[in-house]
C-alpha cells in the first residue's frame, strides 16, 4: 500500500473530528451495529480448561466509520483458577448512559468486536501474569479520564489501554499505529512509552515523538502515526497500520 501524501494526511484530523461531532449527536447506533457478529473466534483458552492466570491484549477495528482510520484496544485477564475473564475497556456509549467510560465486564475476550476480527497483540499466562492481574485492576481504577471520551485526539478507549499498560510494562505492548488516542498524555508532556521500553514526547495526542525497544520509532503529526520498528522490521502508516517488509501486516 502506498504511503498516504502528506496533503490527505493533513486532511485527516479535521475529518475525524467533524465525524466524531456527528457521532456525539446520534441518537443511537444502527441496526447493522445492533446485529453484527460478537463470536468468539478461539484466540483466548476455555477457562473452565485453563486454572492458569492468563492476560491477553487484544484490537479490532472499530464500528461504522471509525474502523476505516483506527482500532478499539482492550485488555482481558483471568485470575488463577477464576472461571471467566475480565474484560477492561473504555466505550464512549457508556460514557453516555452511565457517567463513566471505563467498563469492566466478563465478556468473552476474543469475540469480533461488532463484525471486526481481533488481533492479539500479547499474551502471558502462569506465575509472571498472577502478580500483574491486581495492577491491571487498579490501573484500571485509577483512570484519569474516565468521565471523558474525544474520539480524536484522546481520551479514548487506546487512551485507557496505553495508560494500563504504562502501569504494567511487563507486558511490554507494541500498540499498533492505528490505535489514535495512545499518545494522549493529557496535560503531561512526557511519559513512558505504553511497552515500558522507551519514553515518549506528546503535546495533548496532537503532535509528538516516541522511541522504544518495542515500538521503534514513531511521529506523531496532527493523530496520525508515522513510524519504523527496526525489531519487526516493519512501517508504521495511519490507516494500514504495521506493513512487515516482508509482506506481513498488522491491524
Do not use: C
Not at 461488532?114 to 506465575?127: I, T, W
Not at 499505529?177 to 495526542?205: C, E, H, M, N, W
Amino acid at each position: 500500500m502506498r504511503r498516504p501524501s502528506a496533503k490527505w494526511s493533513l486532511l485527516l484530523p479535521p475529518l475525524l473530528f467533524a465525524l466524531a461531532y456527528v457521532d456525539r449527536i446520534e441518537s443511537g447506533p444502527s441496526g447493522n451495529w445492533r446485529t453484527a457478529s460478537r463470536e468468539p473466534l478461539g484466540l483466548a483458552p476455555n477457562p473452565a480448561s485453563t486454572p492458569e492466570p492468563v492476560i491477553q491484549v487484544y484490537a479490532a477495528r472499530t464500528v461504522r466509520w471509525r474502523g476505516y482510520f483506527g482500532v478499539h484496544t482492550w485488555i482481558a485477564a483471568k485470575a488463577r483458577g477464576a472461571s471467566e475473564f475480565t474484560v477492561y475497556e473504555v466505550n464512549g456509549w457508556r460514557l453516555r448512559r452511565n457517567g463513566t467510560a471505563v467498563m469492566s465486564t466478563n465478556r468473552v475476550p476474543d469475540a469480533r468486536w461488532f463484525g471486526a476480527v481481533p488481533e492479539l497483540l500479547a499474551e502471558l499466562r502462569g506465575d509472571e501474569a498472577a502478580p500483574l492481574i491486581p495492577r491491571i485492576e487498579q490501573a484500571a481504577a485509577d483512570y484519569p479520564y474516565a468521565d471523558t471520551y474525544r474520539v480524536w485526539p484522546g481520551p479514548n478507549s487506546n487512551t485507557f489501554t496505553a495508560f494500563v499498560l504504562r502501569d504494567v510494562p511487563e507486558l511490554r505492548v507494541d500498540l499498533p499505529p492505528t490505535a489514535i488516542g495512545k499518545d494522549y498524555l493529557g496535560a503531561a508532556l512526557f511519559a513512558r512509552t505504553p511497552s515500558g521500553t522507551g519514553v515518549q514526547l506528546s503535546l495533548f495526542g496532537v503532535l509528538g515523538v516516541l522511541g522504544g525497544v518495542e515500538e521503534g520509532i514513531e511521529i506523531n503529526v496532527l493523530g496520525l502515526t508515522f513510524g519504523v520498528d527496526p525489531l519487526q522490521l516493519s512501517l508504521k502508516l495511519p490507516l494500514a497500520g504495521s506493513i512487515g517488509f516482508g509482506g506481513e501486516s498488522r491491524t
